[in-house]
Antibody, heavy 119, light 106 residues
Framework: EVQLVESGGALVQPGGSLRLSCAAS????????MSWVRQAPGKGLEWVSIIYSGGNTYYADSVTGRFTFSRDNSKNMLYLQMNSLRTDDTGVYYC?????????????WGQGTLVTVSS | EVVLTQSPATLSLSPGERATLSCRAS??????LAWYQQKPGQAPRVIIYDASNRATGIPARFSGSGSGTDFSLTISSLEPEDFAVYYCQQRSSWYTFGQGTNLEVK
């Protein structure tokens, strides 16, 4: 059974840093397109970052230069390092797996972890 | 950036009725468009991908159509569990979502 479990969400001050983790089971992260998608409270969805099976990473303009998406193949884990956090980074962050044929459609989502950026 | 505009923002219907949701792209996305359903407190779930393909386990009452800039999601006869927020999403140029349509019980 495919499962994605996020952790690491917290309350952090503007300008601070946070690292989110995503534990995957039931499949191999290094063989799949994996993404982070966020949702501000009461708002819509925003694609944050994607990592291809080959290891290339891509980011939304809003987080480029501040966020880093990485994976640990030996642990089947994904990470999102978030630096220089802003209030508009607040939201639920979902770890997501893309279809094997194309990474841009999500077939499995985690339950999400809440990041709150506030002073 | 490809902007997706969904209409209407809210759709009020009764069980058994037909629902048609629209999504318009600011530029052509070919058929690289998906639809997701999200219920309160839950992660989204893919309903339709590549404009007209039903995802695994999705009932036949859901159908998608369109190409280029205009797309629609149709639910032929609403069941109580279909009332939720629906998002369209494109993968032609980066990945962006529409603002959502809230399908609510009338």
């Amino acid at each position: 059974e495919v499962q994605l479990v996020e952790s690491g969400g917290a309350l952090v001050q503007p300008g601070g840093s946070l690292r989110l983790s995503c534990a995957a089971s039931g499949f191999t992260v290094s063989s799949n397109y994996m993404s982070w998608v966020r949702q501000a409270p009461g708002k819509g969805l925003e694609w944050v970052s994607i990592i291809y099976s080959g290891g290339n990473t891509y980011y939304a303009d809003s987080v480029t230069g501040r966020f880093t998406f990485s994976r640990d193949n030996s642990k089947n884990m994904l990470y999102l390092q978030m630096n220089s956090l802003r209030t508009d980074d607040t939201g639920v962050y979902y770890c997501a797996r893309g279809y094997s044929s194309n990474g841009g459609v999500v077939d499995y989502w985690g339950q999400g972890t809440l990041v709150t950026v506030s002073s | 950036e490809v902007v997706l505009t969904q209409s209407p923002a809210t759709l009020s219907l009764s069980p058994g009725e037909r629902a048609t949701l629209s999504c318009r792209a600011s530029q052509s996305v070919s058929t690289f468009l998906a639809w997701y359903q999200q219920k309160p407190g839950q992660a989204p779930r893919v309903i339709i991908y590549d404009a007209s393909n039903r995802a695994t386990g999705i009932p036949a009452r859901f159908s998608g159509s369109g190409s280029g800039t205009d797309f629609s999601l149709t639910i032929s006869s609403l069941e109580p569990e279909d009332f939720a927020v629906y998002y369209c999403q494109q993968r032609s140029s980066w990945y962006t979502f529409g603002q959502g349509t809230n399908l609510e019980v009338k």
